[in-house]
């Protein structure tokens, strides 16, 4: 008590500035609560030894209580004008123990920037040419892996142009590419097991397409024919499938975040060897499930993948309207999850993170961010001509200098593990594929009324099968009301 | 309560007066026999009169009704003819109960929310839960309603059976998103691939001066929801059964809690016992007219009825459970009877739970209504603070006597 009344009187001393004292703390010393009124005859501070020098200010003095315990562990105690006690006592650093840990005191009114000067430095080992850069953290693949990457990668790029063109010919009502960041979407894919869930966001049909998702089954699922898995329920390019463990893509933008951690959760909960790895942009990552799902996951301890690719544009917002953090990778230190920068257009360099951040997911329970840096090389989709909000040469340089294909082509050729003839061979042989399966896809017919109240529930309620049985009977009392190709 | 026991499969026939053994158990579908397949008992409400028998209504001939008891709302009078004294306890206990059985019956079972864990809820629902199945399984998550909805049905999708708790209904506001989009949508729009059992439960409605971001009526803004099911429990007897019957339901449900219902005591059957989620609760037969309420405003119905029956008057009251869908079977029957209809809810006048109960029942029952249906609901206002505010908000006992009193002159 005596000692709290002192202190007071210090605070109001101090605060009449009737000197300045240096803003310290020593370590406990008991024999220092002593000297107070020692203290406050003091007209000039003491001199502090090099390692200690601390900018004159008002000083920061008073009592600070541990909260944690109630107990005083260590109290924040007024300066000694004894500088040869100081210089050989314990540091001058004090910290106390707040709830949530240990925390340093400093006399220094800091504020931490918003901004470090550098940016994060983003992983790459193969440069624009395709050479490996000297020196570089590589993880080694296999011919036949670094092919069958290589040829889905290709697949992508021919599947992505062709079902673009059959939208605008009216074939189908919209469609997405992924045009630039089909690195991102196989080399990911590529490093992962089947047994880990994938919650994509919609940017992402290569991981299904490396899975072993047919060009048939893709174009069934954009035509909404009665094959379609989603039993043409969904919207063009909401590609899901249980058995490659893809979750149906949802429209709602970063919701599949939280999914994945749910998801996690489970697969922690039943102490099974895989994990989930959800996939967001740049736009993403300012929601609120964004925040709310990498927080929970690092407090759950859970071992999910959040991998944004950061491809610059969420439709016409550029990042700089998106965020002021350097990107999305810092934001992984303020949930307490590791992360890593990585050139999205780089398959190789994505491989190996994915590889490693799977690893580290699983083994130390632990999410993990990655974030990719690329370039949305087309438009947001078939809705949008982003030609209206950037240059053209912007794109087009993206296009031809980054471009994520031509880049491994040039390592794989070099490798000798490719050629042009055999490029020409599996581009001709999947446009025909997939000029085979839309013809397949248009000519399948659609879903039936049936599948139109299915599945709302496990069993269709009383006010459903009533509905489906009004219109029904409307359709078949106006059948020329109805397209001619309704099935009921 | 529940003196009935049904049976799957061939009609079996019950004689209208025979109080089942409950060794003669078997199982029993609510809907199309071959569809679902259930494990479990289901018990069929006790106390519907059905005239002429069971065949042919519906769809629903595998159900037979015997007696009609008058049930009042704290004595269980033909349970506890039928068996064993049971147990007395308070309604956040019954849920507690019903949620404990089956996380004991089901590993997959788990609960997620704010405070669940070690503080046991903010009601005492998941009270001793956490020491006994560990941090995991009942787990506390950080604030923020849309994305541990959206934890649930990951974790859903992947097999697990999730509770998700809103430390208030009102809180699950910001998890719209999440249980509109993905909870009810993901069965259907991934052509039935993956499926969501979420039960998402929470304690809404007026309680006492609680404000009004704490007094909101969550299920009028989720009844249009397509894909989940609604349920709002009123007793201790329904809440476990309802809370039982919810977590082993393939869909999502939603069991709506009232804040003000959780120390409700009654002596529930020591046995096992799960309800129905698609049915109504006949609480008190009788003939002039049938009131239709769920939740706290029971209570005050049957305050009511006991002044109505001193005037002379005989209503028929039904708690209706389930919101969504609505059981128009046992509401229709009743309506078939007694020509007059009375819905007394806590919702707002527009767009509750009464307006579309008003609209299903004058599209279905038209023919059989001697006067237009009658909806008591609370006033388009937030709920004020004020005690006597927030008391005139609510629809009281003397509304109702004399709403009775109006329609049935």
Redesign the interface.
């Known amino acids: 008590m005596a000692l709290l009344k002192s202190s007071k009187c210090i605070m109001h001393h101090l605060k009449s500035n009737k000197f300045r004292m240096l803003g310290f703390t020593s370590s406990v010393s008991n024999s220092l609560f002593s000297r107070h009124h020692h203290l406050l005859r003091t007209v000039s501070p003491p001199l502090l030894p090099n390692h200690a020098r601390v900018k004159p200010s008002i000083a920061f003095s008073g009592r600070f209580e541990s909260v944690c315990d109630g107990k005083q562990l260590h109290t924040a105690t007024q300066f000694s004008n004894d500088i040869n006690q100081l210089s050989s006592e314990a540091p001058l650093e004090e910290e106390l123990n707040f709830p949530g840990g240990k925390v340093k005191f400093t006399p220094e009114r800091i504020f931490t920037s918003g901004s470090d000067n550098e940016r994060t430095q983003c992983y790459r080992v193969l440069n624009e040419n395709g050479q490996l850069i000297v020196d570089s953290d590589l993880f080694k693949i296999s011919k036949e892996l670094a092919v069958k990457m290589y040829k889905d990668m290709v697949t992508l790029q021919v599947m992505d142009t062709i079902f673009y063109e059959a939208q605008r010919q009216g074939r189908i009502s919209f469609y997405l590419s992924t045009t630039g960041e089909e690195a991102i979407n196989i080399a990911s894919a590529a490093a992962l097991n089947n047994n880990d869930?994938v919650?994509p966001q919609y940017r992402e049909p290569g991981v299904l397409l490396w899975r072993g998702f047919t060009l048939q089954e893709f174009a069934n699922q954009l035509f909404g024919n009665k094959y379609?898995?989603?039993?043409g329920?969904?919207l063009a390019i909401?590609y899901?499938?249980?058995k490659h463990n893809y979750?149906?893509v949802?429209?709602?933008v970063a919701?599949?975040?939280?999914?994945?951690?749910?998801?996690?959760?489970?697969?922690?909960?039943e102490n099974q060897d895989s994990c989930?790895i959800t996939y967001f942009g740049d736009g993403g990552s300012s929601t609120?499930?964004f925040?709310?799902?990498l927080?929970?996951s690092a407090?759950?301890e859970v071992p999910v993948i959040f991998f944004c690719r950061n491809n610059g544009w969420a439709i016409s917002t550029p990042i700089s309207d998106q965020f002021r953090s350097d990107g999305i990778v810092v934001r992984g230190k303020a949930y307490g999850i590791p992360s890593i920068r990585v050139d999205g257009n780089d398959a190789l360099a994505i491989y190996s993170v994915v590889y490693e951040a799977r690893k580290m997911a699983i083994e130390k329970q632990t999410p993990v961010l990655i974030e990719a840096l690329t370039y949305r090389a087309g438009h947001h989709s078939t809705s949008d001509d982003s030609t209206k909000y950037r240059p053209i040469d912007e794109m087009e340089w993206w296009r031809d200098n980054q471009n994520p294909v031509k880049r491994f082509r040039l390592w794989i050729e070099n490798e000798g593990w490719w050629s042009d003839r055999v490029e020409s061979e599996h581009r001709s042989n999947i446009r025909k594929q997939l000029s085979q399966a839309i013809q397949a896809a248009e000519r399948v017919e659609k879903p039936s009324v049936t599948d139109m109240f299915?599945?709302?529930?496990?069993?269709?309620?009383?006010?459903l099968s009533e509905q489906e049985i009004f219109l029904r009977e409307n359709i078949k009392k106006h059948a020329k009301d109805y397209p001619y190709n309704v099935i009921t | 309560m529940a003196s009935i026991f049904q049976g799957i499969g061939a009609a079996t026939s019950l004689s209208s007066s025979t109080l089942f053994d409950s060794k003669k158990l078997q199982l029993c579908s609510r809907r199309s026999l071959s569809e679902r397949k259930t494990s479990f008992v289901v018990v069929r409400a006790a106390g519907a009169k059905m005239d002429g028998g069971s065949s042919g209504i519906g769809g629903r001939a595998d159900q037979l009704v015997t007696n009609a008891v008058a049930t009042k709302a704290d004595t269980p009078a033909a349970a506890a003819a039928a068996s064993k004294p049971g147990h007395e306890l308070l309604l956040f206990e019954a849920l507690r109960e019903g949620l404990e059985e089956e996380m004991e019956r089901d590993a997959r079972v788990c609960v997620m929310g704010e405070d669940v864990g070690h503080y046991g809820g903010s009601y005492k629902v998941t009270k001793g839960l956490a020491p006994k199945y560990g941090d995991l399984r009942v787990l506390d998550t950080p604030i923020a309603e849309n994305s541990f909805t959206g934890m649930g049905i990951g974790a859903a999708m992947m097999g697990l059976r999730p509770i998700i708790e809103g430390m208030n209904m009102g809180f699950l506001l910001l998890a719209f998103n999440q249980i509109s989009n993905n909870c009810g949508m993901l069965h259907y729009t991934s052509g039935g691939q993956f499926k969501i059992p979420v039960v998402i439960r929470g304690p809404g409605g007026v309680g006492r001066q609680l404000g009004a971001e704490h007094s909101q009526r969550l299920e009028s803004y989720f009844q249009s929801i397509p894909g989940i099911q609604m349920v709002a429990c009123s007793t201790p007897y329904n809440a476990k059964g309802l809370m039982k019957a919810a977590i082993r339901s393939d869909n999502p449900v939603i069991l709506f809690e009232h804040v003000l219902l959780y120390n409700l005591k009654e002596t529930i059957p020591d046995e096992e016992y799960v309800l129905n989620l698609e049915e109504a609760e006949m609480v008190r037969p009788g003939e002039h007219v049938t009131i239709l309420t769920y939740s706290r405003m029971r209570y005050h119905v049957m305050q009511a009825a006991k002044t109505l029956v001193n005037k002379g008057y005989d209503p028929e009251v039904i708690d209706i459970r389930s919101l969504k869908p609505f059981d128009l079977h046992t509401i229709g029957n009743s309506i078939k009877k007694t020509h007059r209809v009375l819905i007394v809810e806590e919702c707002m006048r527009t767009g509750g739970i009464g307006a579309s109960l008003t609209a299903a029942i004058s599209e279905n029952f038209h023919d059989y209504l001697d006067a237009p249906i009658v909806c008591l609901s609370s006033q388009d206002v937030p709920t004020p603070y004020a005690g006597t505010l927030e008391e005139w908000t609510v629809v009281q006992p003397p509304q109702i006597v004399a709403a009775v009193e109006q329609l049935c002159r």
Do not use: W
Not at chain 1, 256 to 266: D, E, L, T
Not at chain 1, 454 to 463: F, R
């Open positions: 869930f919650f379609d898995y989603g039993k329920r969904q909401h899901g499938s249980k979750i149906t949802s429209s709602t919701t599949q975040i939280p999914h994945a951690v749910g998801a996690a959760y489970s697969m922690k909960m989930t609120g499930d925040h709310a799902g927080n929970f407090v759950m299915n599945d709302v529930y496990d069993v269709p309620t009383k006010n």
